[in-house]
């Protein structure tokens, strides 16, 4: 099993900057890839971003892609989301998932992003 807490969401004006964390535990050992996705209100859940865990190979979605910089720290098993030039349109809540024997996912934090 592998449990998964997010923090730093909150509200944040248009062109800010928010840094969200998402600390693993349990069997984070086991871990292989985390990510974050996105659910905003009305609409599905969305990928944002993935890393691998151990060669910290990553992906994004092009809507983030040149704002947002995922990243880990193996060292305290915590994954990172930094997220600059915040749109109106990135309001959603933010889950962090993790891959090992399966796919765990956190409870999400939410993002609201006002204009």
């Known amino acids: 099993q592998v449990q998964l807490v997010e923090s730093g969401g909150g509200l944040v004006q248009a062109g800010g900057s928010l840094r969200l964390s998402c600390l693993a535990s349990?069997?984070?050992?086991?871990?292989?890839?985390m990510g974050w996705f996105r659910q905003a209100p009305g609409k599905e859940r969305e990928f944002v971003a993935r890393?691998?865990?151990?060669?910290?190979?990553?992906d994004y979605a092009d809507s983030v892609k040149g704002r947002f910089t995922i990243s880990r720290d193996n060292a305290v098993n915590t994954m990172y989301l930094r997220m600059n030039s915040l749109k109106p349109e990135d309001t959603a809540v933010y889950y962090c998932?993790?891959?090992?024997?399966?796919?765990?996912w956190g409870k999400g934090t939410l993002v609201t992003v006002s204009s």
């Open positions: 349990g069997r984070a050992f086991s871990i292989y890839t």
């Open positions: 998932t993790a891959r090992s024997d399966m796919d765990y």
């Open positions: 890393i691998s865990w151990n060669a910290g190979s990553t």
